[in-house]
């Protein structure tokens, strides 16, 4: 059985930085990408930034620029740094892990940014 555990949220405000940190507890032999998705109130859940076990990234528009992921492949660990947080940044941040057969979330960490 495998769990996602996120840390790191909280309340901000705007102009301030968060890092979000996501562990996976378990056995994954094997993954195809690490990501960050967020889900604002009354919003469809939405992809803020990916990263492959490779190392290739991909970013939310909103995000480019101020947002950097990374991971450690041999940990399944995976963080998100924010920077110039923005009140539209408020969401409950869930890290995703997938690979062939499986698709792993975590509970979720409220960021509120204020402004």
């Known amino acids: 059985q495998v769990q996602l555990v996120e840390s790191g949220g909280g309340l901000v405000q705007a102009g301030r930085s968060l890092r979000l940190s996501c562990a996976a507890s378990?056995?994954?032999?094997?993954?195809?990408?690490l990501g960050w998705y967020r889900q604002a109130p009354g919003k469809q859940r939405e992809l803020v930034a990916t990263i492959t076990s490779g190392g290739s990234t991909n970013y939310a528009d909103s995000a480019k620029g101020r947002f950097t992921i990374s991971r450690d492949n041999a940990k399944i660990t995976v963080s998100l740094q924010m920077n110039s947080l923005k009140p539209e940044d408020t969401a409950v941040y869930y890290c995703n892990v997938w690979g062939r057969g499986f698709d792993y979330w975590g509970q979720g960490t409220q960021v509120t940014v204020t402004s």
């Open positions: 378990g056995s994954i032999f094997r993954f195809n990408a």
